[in-house]
């Protein structure tokens, strides 16, 4: 799918009730293979089996999928769609929930250990985001030119003002652990967004996640946020029990992934 194919049925897709595009972009798409696009639904399918779709009815789904001969993810489905579609075979996939955290101040001596990674790292860091693939489901790995285009503030989700890093649990070859975090000051007081993070799957159940989640915090303080926020996986335990230990709660804005299984 070309750039400007994506972002026509981006555009088009704001014409149905629902739809995932919005949430988008179009670097993602670039091998995405085009399922429907008519009056009743528009639908790619990417490499990776994700599906993004646009629909005003639920059974346009349930039929696409019944069409397909391999696992298919279908992300931000709305809540009153989530029974009819475990009625029809769908198994959940993910449960994304905002997580905020809006007393920084309390952090403000948090140890600030880990610091920025380098962009020749980017290879380490995509090994380390490799190593982590699955453990949650709703962990997608990163790439090396993501990393990259992150510590490079070229990244498509970061604002033209947004100050972005990785910071890192080790260097070099010892290099297990990371954060991409980024500074977003679209207004007169700046936010920490947590994008991401991930421990090397041998070197976890060491603390080495609360090393990076203090120095995250830590970094934010000294760039003046006052307030912190990332999306987590409430079906991921683990990860949900280390943000909450540093303050984080979950707000009403979730995004429920559901998983096509092939029956």
Avoid at 171 to 192: D, F, R, T, W
Wanted: hydrophobic letters at 40%.
């Amino acid at each position: 799918m070309t750039q400007e194919q994506f972002l026509d049925m981006q555009a088009r897709a704001k014409g149905f009730a629902y739809n995932s595009f919005a949430y988008m972009v179009a670097p993602d798409y670039q091998d995405a293979q085009i399922l429907k696009d008519d009056e009743a639904m528009i639908a790619a399918l990417r490499s990776d089996g994700t599906l993004s779709w646009a629909s005003s009815h639920v059974d346009n789904l349930i039929q696409l999928a019944k069409s397909l001969s391999r696992p298919t993810r279908m992300d931000f489905i709305p809540s009153h769609w989530e029974n009819p579609m475990l009625q029809a075979g769908f198994e959940p996939y993910a449960l994304f929930c905002e997580y905020v955290n809006n007393a920084l101040f309390m952090y403000k001596d948090a140890p600030l250990i880990c610091l920025p990674a380098k962009r020749e790292d980017a290879g380490r860091l995509e090994a380390v985001s490799l190593s982590c693939k699955d453990q949650s489901r709703g962990f997608k790995s990163d790439s090396a030119s993501w990393f990259e285009s992150w510590m490079d503030k070229t990244e498509p989700n970061l604002g033209k003002d947004d100050i972005s890093e990785v910071l890192c649990f080790g260097y070099g070859k010892n290099l297990i652990g990371y954060i991409a975090i980024a500074l977003q000051s679209s207004s007169s007081k700046p936010v920490l967004w947590i994008r991401a993070i991930a421990v090397s799957k041998s070197e976890q159940g060491r603390g080495i996640g609360r090393s990076l989640m203090s120095s995250a915090l830590r970094w934010g303080i000294n760039h003046k946020a006052r307030k912190a926020y990332l999306m987590c996986d409430k079906l991921n335990d683990h990860a949900r029990r280390l943000y909450e230990g540093f303050g984080f709660h979950c707000t009403k804005d979730e995004e429920l992934d559901l998983i096509w299984p092939v029956v």
